[in-house]
């Protein structure tokens, strides 16, 4: 069961990468209805990650700071994401908050494999 959770994980991660990438560049581009279906399929990516995440911290790593912070961290990258996109929906200046989220989310995909530790 556990192992489900970790790829649900994971794979939420990695799905929300890409999503967020194509999401942007379809708002940039002025396709704002497909752009929406993308933001729509990226929150539920959201919802897996954080629940996935907040299931395996409380049963794995409950004395393990740097897991909180990395929680922390990936609340703060959802903000960033939700950021980014809402502002290229409006075709507002968002290149700061796209990138942002994107160097951000590397840096809890690392903490999540113990690179930065």
């Known amino acids: ?14 799905v929300a990468f890409i999503l967020l990438i194509v999401g942007y560049i379809l708002f940039r581009l002025g396709k ?17 990650v954080v629940v996935t995440g ?3 911290l409380f049963k794995f790593h409950t004395g393990d700071v740097l897991y909180y912070v990395k929680g922390l961290l990936g609340i703060v990258v959802f903000g960033l994401m ?16 796209f990138v942002g989220a994107l160097a951000l989310m590397v840096l809890v995909i690392l903490i999540g494999y113990r690179v930065i530790v």
């Open 1 to 14: 069961m556990s192992y489900a959770y970790l790829k649900a994980h994971v794979g939420g991660w990695e």
């Open 32 to 48: 704002e209805k497909v752009g929406n279906i993308v933001h729509m399929f990226l929150r539920v990516m959201m919802v897996i």
């Open 54 to 56: 907040g299931w395996m």
């Open 82 to 97: 939700e950021m980014a996109l809402g502002r290229a929906r409006r075709q507002e200046a968002s290149i700061g908050f």
